[in-house]
Nanobody
Framework: QVQLVESGGGSVQAGGSLKLSCAAS????????MGWFRQAPDKEREGVAV???????TYAADVKGRFTISKDNAENTLYLQMNSLKPADTAMYYC????????????????????WGQGTQVTVSS
């Protein structure tokens, strides 16, 4: 049974930083591609950053240079370091892991492709 538990969300002012964590149980992160996605009120869920099982990251254009995705295989934890936050970054942030270890993980939030966590709220004020 895969379980993904996000933490680290909160409220910050524009220009601030937050680091999200996703603790995974029931699977070895070193064997799976994973990612962070977000959903703002009245908007579709969108991809933020993904990382292959070999550690290669891919970022959405609007977070590139500000966010960093990483993982600690020994701790079975995925991270998202978010710097220079903007009000437009306000959303619920979700951790996700591909269901099958051989599958890739694009930035498209395919519900059939991923297992999902419950989310952690990030609010950025101006």
């Amino acid at each position: 049974q895969v379980q993904l538990v996000e933490s680290g969300g909160g409220s910050v002012q524009a220009g601030g930083s937050l680091k999200l964590s996703c603790a995974a149980s029931g699977s070895d992160l070193s064997n799976y591609c994973m990612g962070w996605f977000r959903q703002a009120p009245d908007k579709e869920r969108e991809g933020v950053a993904v990382i292959t099982k070999n550690g290669t990251p891919t970022y959405a254009a609007d977070v590139k240079g500000r966010f960093t995705i990483s993982k600690d295989n020994a701790e079975n934890t995925l991270y998202l370091q978010m710097n220079s936050l903007k009000p437009a970054d306000t959303a619920m942030y979700y951790c996700a892991r591909v269901r099958v270890s051989s599958w890739p993980c694009p930035l498209t939030p395919d519900t059939w492709r991923y297992h999902w966590g419950q989310g952690t709220q990030v609010t950025v004020s101006s």
